[in-house]
């Protein structure tokens, strides 16, 4: 019984944590990302499947320079409604904790992922650099195919984020989805450090 207790007790703790610090985001300097790996985490036959993506270094700096190249195919065209459903889990005190959807971070479901790709690149404007020189698409609909980035160098700039996501080890698990059907699934695991 007083396992049971304690462990309440602690992942309560943590849900008070993430939900007290989910008022304010926090400009962050000197953030280190640590030990990031990944894997698809759908069926052997999902239609997208990331193939290949490095980064270096290890740790990412932010801000700082980020050495990255990737490859992934889509047996389907990948066009809107393109759902996206995030579960964000923190490990707390040796516990895998999730972390609700706060401000649009966190254990999130997007009805409509390319919604989210025009806020961040409106419609009509280039890719950004190196998509646009190596023609890689940023807006709904992608078609099947495969696509590659060669290795680039891309500049993280300093970042706001949530205070909850700050410090920690994470879990991170990105289900996309079209009418009801599963079309990938990627986990990402990563520990972020800042001051």
């Not at 703790?13 to 993430?18: P, S």
Request: charged share 15%.
């Amino acid at each position: 019984m007083d396992k049971r207790v304690a462990v309440t007790v602690l992942v309560a703790a943590a849900l008070a944590q993430v939900s007290c610090g989910s008022f304010g985001w926090k400009n962050v300097r000197n953030v280190q990302v640590l030990g990031f790996d990944w894997k698809n985490c759908g069926p052997p036959d999902a239609p997208a499947v990331l193939k290949t993506l490095t980064m270096s270094p290890d740790p990412i700096s932010i801000p700082g320079d980020l050495t990255a190249s990737a490859s992934g195919s889509t047996a389907v065209e990948l066009g809107t409604p393109l759902s996206l459903n995030v579960t964000l889990e923190k490990e707390v005190a040796g516990f895998w904790v999730k972390v609700p959807c706060l401000d649009e971070v966190g254990s999130c479901h997007y009805k409509d992922a390319c919604d989210i790709l025009s806020q961040l690149i409106p419609p009509g404007q280039d890719c950004p650099e190196p998509l646009h020189t190596y023609g890689l698409p940023c807006h709904c609909p992608f078609k099947a195919g495969s696509y590659t980035l060669p290795q680039s160098i891309f500049y993280l700039p300093n970042i706001d984020l949530p205070y909850w996501l700050t410090n920690g080890d994470y879990r991170v698990q990105g289900v996309l989805g079209s009418q009801g059907k599963e079309l990938g699934c990627l986990k990402v695991t990563l520990s972020i450090h800042s001051d």
